[in-house]
């Protein structure tokens, strides 16, 4: 059974930082891309990045380009985010997918706010 696990959400002030993490199990992880997804209340699910599988190459929506980083641990089946200098708009809650299983995870919730 594939399964998604997000962790790390919660409040945070303007310009603070947050890290995310997702862990895979239930197929060869090591295998396949993983994305982070973001929804916004009100708003369509968007994608926010992307990591191939070996040899790693990454892809970032505009918006957080410079301020995110996704990476990987295959020995731990383990996707993260690292998000610095977080902006309002930031806040949403954020799924980590893997299309080909065509597996999400159930979201954690980032608010940044004052």
């Known amino acids: 059974q594939v399964q998604l696990v997000e962790s790390g959400g919660g409040l945070v002030q303007p310009g603070g930082f947050l890290r995310l993490s997702c862990a895979a199990s239930g197929y060869n992880f090591r295998v396949y891309a993983m994305h ?4 916004a209340p009100g708003k369509e699910r968007e994608l926010v990045a992307i990591i191939s599988n070996i040899p790693t190459s990454t892809y970032y929506q505009d918006s957080v380009k410079g301020r995110f980083t996704i990476s990987r641990d295959n020995a731990k089946n383990m996707t993260y985010l690292q998000m610095n200098n977080l902006k309002p708009e930031d806040t949403a809650i954020y799924y980590c997918h893997q ?3 065509g597996a999400w ?4 919730q980032v608010t940044v706010s004052s």
């Open 99 to 101: 299309p080909t299983m």
């Open 105 to 108: 995870g159930q979201g954690t």
């Open 36 to 39: 982070w997804y973001r929804q």
